[in-house]
C-alpha cells in the first residue's frame, strides 16, 4: 500500500522516481535521477493527466489502483506527448477500453506515430473544458513547450495548472514533493539545468505562454518533474520569465578546452584578474572534463562567458566546438563575451572561436589572448586586459553586486 498524496480535494500526485535512467533522452546527465510526475482527479468522472516513462508502469498502476480501486478512468489528458510521460498510455487504454484520449490536433498525430493508437481520441482546442462533475478542466495551448503539440491544463476549481516539462526540474523528489517541503537551492540549479538543455530553445514560446496565463488563478503548478509549487508561485513565474529573456546574474563563466595545459594557464590568469577586480562568482569548466549539460546551465545563469580553446586539426578543440555549436542552436542572447586560446603553429583555436561569435551577436569585451605555448608577457598581459575588461562592463552593468 502506498501512500497516496494530495494536493487538492480529489487531486493526487502519482510522480515516481527514476533512479536508473543515465541519461535523459540518451543525452543529458541525470547524475541526481528525475522524477516523472503524473496527476490524477477523482471526482464523478477521473481523470488522469500524462503517464509516466514506461519502465515504472507497474509502481505506477498500482498507485493508481490503490487510489481508484476497481474505478475506471474516464479521461486521459496528454499535456506532452514525449515518452518519458506518455510511456504508459497502452497500458492505461488496456485496463480502461472506454477511456477518452483527450488532445489537440498535433497530440494525436503523435499518438499514432509513437503508439498506433487510432481510437478513443478526444479532441480539444484551445479554451475547451471538461466537467468531470465538482471539478472542471480547461486547455490551455501552448505549443513548443518542449513538443509542437504541448498544452497546460488547468483545474478551475482548486487552482491548479498542470504544465507539463514547463516549470520541471531534474532529481528525484526524495520525500518531500511540494517546493516547501524541500531545500530548493538544490532544485532551482537542476530546474536550470532542465531549462537551459531541454526548454531553452523554445524561449520565445515560453514568453508566449506566460502571456496566456496572466490573469488566471493559481495556487499550484503542476509539473511532469520534480517539485510541485505552492509556496512561491509568483517567485517561480517570474523565474520563468528572466529565463526566457535572457536575464543573468553578475559572474563569469570561463569554459576552455586544452590539450597540454597552455589554454588551462590562461583561464586560470585571467580568472585570477577577474577576482582582484570583485567578481565573486567564477566558474572554470574544462570542457573536456565537464558535461555539456551543466556548462549551458551555467551560461544560462551568468552573464560574463570566456571561451578558450587550443587549436586542433586546423580548428576549434572538439569539445569546445560542441559548446560554441548548442549555444548556436538554443539562441542564446544578451550574454558578454571574450575568447582566448593557443595557437601552436597556425591560429584555428582563437579564429574559429571569434568566427563563431559574430553568429551570436553577443558583446566582445576585448581582444583575444592567444598564446604559441606556455604563456608569456604579451599573452599574459592581453589575459590581464581581457579580464579587466569583462569585469569593467559587469561592473557597469552590476553597480550595486
Ligand atoms: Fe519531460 Fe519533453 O518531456
Given at each position: 500500500m502506498y501512500n497516496s498524496i494530495q494536493l487538492a480535494d480529489d487531486i493526487f500526485w502519482l510522480g515516481v522516481n527514476d533512479?536508473?535512467?543515465?541519461?535523459?533522452?540518451?543525452?543529458?546527465?541525470l547524475d541526481n535521477g528525475v522524477s516523472y510526475n503524473s496527476y490524477i482527479i477523482v471526482d464523478e468522472k477521473i481523470a488522469l493527466i500524462d503517464t509516466v516513462e514506461k519502465s515504472k508502469i507497474d509502481e505506477y498502476l498500482n498507485r493508481i489502483h490503490d487510489i481508484i480501486g476497481e474505478r475506471k478512468i474516464d479521461y486521459l489528458i496528454i499535456n506532452h506527448m514525449e515518452p518519458d510521460h506518455s510511456g504508459g498510455i497502452s497500458e492505461i487504454l488496456k485496463e480502461n477500453p472506454d477511456i477518452k484520449i483527450v488532445g489537440n490536433k498535433m497530440t494525436f498525430v503523435l499518438l499514432r506515430g509513437l503508439y498506433n493508437i487510432n481510437t478513443n481520441h478526444f479532441l480539444i482546442t484551445d479554451g475547451d473544458t471538461i466537467n468531470l462533475g465538482k471539478h472542471q478542466l480547461k486547455f490551455i495551448i501552448t505549443p513548443w513547450l518542449h513538443w509542437p503539440e504541448t498544452m497546460m491544463t488547468y483545474e478551475e476549481t482548486e487552482e491548479v495548472l498542470f504544465t507539463g516539462d514547463a516549470f520541471g526540474s531534474f532529481?528525484?523528489?526524495?520525500?518531500?514533493?511540494?517546493d516547501d517541503e524541500l531545500n530548493m537551492d538544490f532544485y532551482i540549479d537542476e530546474m536550470r539545468r532542465y531549462y537551459s538543455n531541454i526548454v531553452a530553445k523554445y524561449s520565445k514560446m515560453v514568453i508566449k505562454a506566460l502571456d496566456k496565463l496572466k490573469g488566471i488563478k493559481l495556487k499550484y503548478i503542476a509539473s511532469t518533474h520534480g517539485p510541485v509549487w505552492r509556496s512561491q508561485i509568483d517567485w517561480v513565474l517570474k523565474l520563468y520569465q528572466d529565463w526566457a529573456t535572457y536575464k543573468a546574474e553578475k559572474g563569469v563563466v570561463i569554459v576552455y578546452g586544452s590539450m597540454y595545459g597552455n589554454t588551462e594557464q590562461m583561464a586560470d590568469i585571467i580568472a585570477r584578474r577577474l577576482s582582484v577586480r570583485g567578481i565573486r562568482d567564477i566558474k572554470i569548466y574544462d570542457a573536456s572534463r565537464k558535461h555539456l549539460s551543466y556548462i549551458l546551465s551555467e551560461i544560462w545563469h551568468y552573464r560574463g562567458i570566456l571561451i578558450g580553446s587550443s587549436a586542433y586539426n586546423g580548428g576549434i578543440f572538439p569539445p569546445v566546438e560542441n559548446i560554441t555549436r548548442k549555444l548556436e542552436d538554443i539562441e542564446i542572447k544578451d550574454r558578454l563575451l571574450g575568447t582566448f586560446g593557443s595557437s601552436g603553429?597556425?591560429?584555428?583555436g582563437v579564429k574559429g572561436l571569434n568566427k563563431w561569435a559574430q553568429s551570436m551577436d553577443?558583446?566582445?569585451?576585448a581582444n583575444s589572448p592567444e598564446t604559441r605555448g606556455a604563456p608569456e608577457k604579451n599573452s599574459i598581459a592581453m589575459c590581464i586586459e581581457l579580464a579587466d575588461a569583462m569585469a569593467d562592463r559587469l561592473n557597469e552593468m552590476y553597480p550595486d553586486k
Open positions: 533512479r536508473k535512467t543515465h541519461l535523459f533522452e540518451n543525452l543529458w546527465p532529481g528525484t523528489l526524495n520525500g518531500g514533493v511540494f603553429w597556425n591560429k584555428a553577443w558583446e566582445l569585451v
